[in-house]
């Protein structure tokens, strides 16, 4: 990450403490973390601000990024080598050797020292070299032209580190934390809503019988659910959790209703969601169809088909339906109630139809005498 400031990138002063360079990229590795941010540049920003507070977190490293910016060398995180900028470099020469910057550009050394320089930059080295003047020893940097940078100190080199990972907490998990490793992603996970890319299992699914008066008119469900806690030894404590479902006026047979993270809590493990699909309750009287018509089946006897019904019938919403046919009622006969029925899930305000449909109950037995008057009044 050549010629980038670090302090710009985490948006923090030069002088900032090491608090608030923690603080900075907390906040912002959350929101440009990849698993959280699906923007195109959100893998390269994260990748930023990472190589940012690497640097700046550790006072040996920013001590040396520091003195590189100040020296007008671009500073590379991957080997944590500064290296002398080739624009800046007659000036650097010219301050420690007067007169050198024209016998440099005349002896084309200039070329060739940038060309060693772009070479180098891709595959340079460390010599380490123990010093005994002044009764002192310590650790000095050089490069290949053999010009000391200044002390340091071995540090792991992070780019062979297996064990290299992001990590930072989930806003809607507080006591969750979220690791990802380059060299070791996550296996058999799925990240969930909350961002966290702990296992999951799938959603727990469990049907809620609703009686049609609470399809009609709506309602408020409370209801006690039980999970188990478990700890790292296996053991477990149940806890119990009052919920509620709002039942509302037209809902469907099929519709779910999905609570996020009730389900029994393992170690290691995002706890399953719970999902409740509502099923209609069997009725005495009524059943429904799919356009939420309102239905009910009428039971006439042979005898008030031919001659006439008179039938009753109260809806869930106690209006009371009399019905008078004097016409001859045939099999599968329908009476129609426009706008008795449900109300529709998606306008509430509309209803769908009242339809009653009659079914024709024929004697089981009839006498020689019946028979034969039937016969005489009948038509053939």
Same mark, same amino acid.
């Given at each position: 990450? /050549?010629?980038?400031?670090?302090?710009?990138?985490?948006?923090?002063?030069?002088?900032?403490?090491?608090?608030? #360079?923690?603080? @900075?990229?907390?906040?912002? /590795?959350?929101?440009?973390?990849?698993?959280?941010?699906?923007?195109?540049?959100?893998?390269?920003?994260? @990748?930023?601000?990472?190589?940012?507070?690497?640097?700046?977190?550790?006072?040996?490293?920013?001590? $040396?990024? =520091? $003195? @590189?910016?100040?020296?007008?060398?671009?500073?590379?995180?991957?080997?944590?080598?500064?290296?002398?900028?080739? *624009?800046?470099?007659?000036?650097?020469?010219?301050?420690?050797?007067?007169?050198?910057?024209?016998?440099?550009?005349?002896?084309?050394?200039?070329?060739?020292?940038?060309?060693?320089?772009?070479?180098?930059?891709?595959?340079?080295?460390? @010599?380490? *070299? &123990?010093?005994?003047?002044?009764?002192?020893?310590?650790?000095?940097?050089?490069?290949?032209?053999?010009?000391?940078?200044?002390?340091?100190?071995? +540090?792991?080199?992070?780019?062979?580190?297996?064990?290299?990972?992001?990590?930072?907490?989930?806003?809607? *998990?507080?006591?969750?934390?979220?690791?990802?490793?380059?060299?070791?992603?996550?296996?058999?996970?799925?990240?969930?809503?909350?961002?966290?890319?702990?296992? +999951?299992?799938? /959603?727990?699914?469990?049907?809620?019988?609703?009686?049609?008066?609470?399809?009609?008119?709506?309602?408020?469900?409370?209801? +006690?659910?039980?999970?188990?806690?478990?700890? *790292?030894?296996?053991?477990?404590?149940? $806890? $119990? +959790?009052?919920?509620? #479902?709002?039942?509302?006026?037209?809902?469907?047979?099929?519709?779910?209703?999905?609570?996020?993270?009730?389900?029994?809590?393992?170690?290691?493990?995002?706890?399953? =969601?719970?999902?409740?699909?509502?099923?209609?309750?069997?009725?005495?009287?009524?059943?429904?169809?799919?356009?939420?018509?309102?239905?009910?089946?009428?039971?006439?006897?042979?005898?008030?088909?031919?001659?006439?019904?008179?039938?009753?019938?109260?809806?869930?919403?106690?209006?009371?339906?009399?019905?008078?046919?004097?016409?001859?009622?045939?099999?599968?006969?329908?009476?129609?109630?426009?706008?008795?029925?449900?109300?529709?899930?998606?306008?509430?305000?509309?209803?769908?139809?009242?339809?009653?449909?009659?079914? #024709?109950?024929?004697?089981?037995?009839?006498?020689?005498? &019946?028979?034969?008057?039937?016969?005489?009044?009948?038509?053939?």
């Amino acid at each position: 990450m /050549a010629n980038k400031n670090f302090y710009d990138i985490l948006n923090v002063r030069k002088d900032a403490s090491p608090d608030e #360079i923690k603080r @900075a990229f907390r906040n912002l /590795a959350k929101q440009y973390h990849p698993d959280k941010n699906p923007a195109p540049d959100a893998k390269e920003k994260f @990748a930023q601000l990472k190589e940012a507070h690497d640097v700046l977190s550790n006072p040996t490293k920013r001590h $040396e990024y =520091d $003195e @590189a910016k100040r020296r007008g060398y671009n500073y590379s995180s991957d080997d944590n080598t500064s290296m002398p900028n080739t *624009e800046h470099f007659r000036d650097f020469f010219e301050h420690l050797f007067p007169g050198f910057a024209d016998d440099f550009t005349r002896s084309g050394t200039h070329e060739r020292f940038s060309e060693n320089m772009r070479k180098s930059n891709s595959n340079s080295f460390r @010599a380490r *070299e &123990q010093s005994k003047e002044q009764n002192s020893s310590r650790n000095v940097e050089y490069d290949r032209t053999g010009f000391r940078f200044g002390p340091s100190k071995r +540090k792991p080199d992070w780019t062979q580190n297996s064990s290299f990972c992001s990590s930072f907490d989930s806003d809607d *998990e507080p006591n969750i934390s979220t690791k990802r490793c380059r060299s070791e992603p996550s296996k058999n996970s799925n990240t969930t809503s909350s961002g966290s890319s702990l296992p +999951k299992d799938a /959603a727990i699914e469990k049907h809620l019988e609703v009686t049609l008066e609470d399809i009609s008119t709506g309602n408020l469900r409370k209801l +006690k659910i039980k999970r188990k806690i478990f700890d *790292e030894r296996g053991n477990y404590t149940v $806890e $119990e +959790k009052l919920i509620e #479902i709002t039942i509302k006026p037209g809902w469907k047979a099929g519709t779910k209703v999905t609570f996020p993270g009730l389900g029994d809590k393992h170690p290691g493990r995002e706890p399953a =969601d719970i999902t409740f699909i509502i099923k209609d309750k069997q009725h005495a009287l009524f059943s429904r169809d799919s356009d939420n018509n309102l239905l009910h089946t009428a039971n006439v006897s042979l005898k008030k088909a031919l001659l006439g019904v008179s039938y009753c019938i109260q809806g869930l919403n106690g209006k009371r339906h009399d019905i008078n046919i004097r016409d001859i009622v045939h099999p599968g006969y329908i009476k129609r109630y426009t706008g008795e029925g449900l109300p529709l899930p998606k306008t509430p305000s509309k209803s769908g139809d009242l339809i009653v449909t009659f079914n #024709i109950q024929f004697p089981s037995y009839l006498s020689w005498d &019946q028979r034969r008057v039937l016969s005489d009044c009948l038509p053939n």
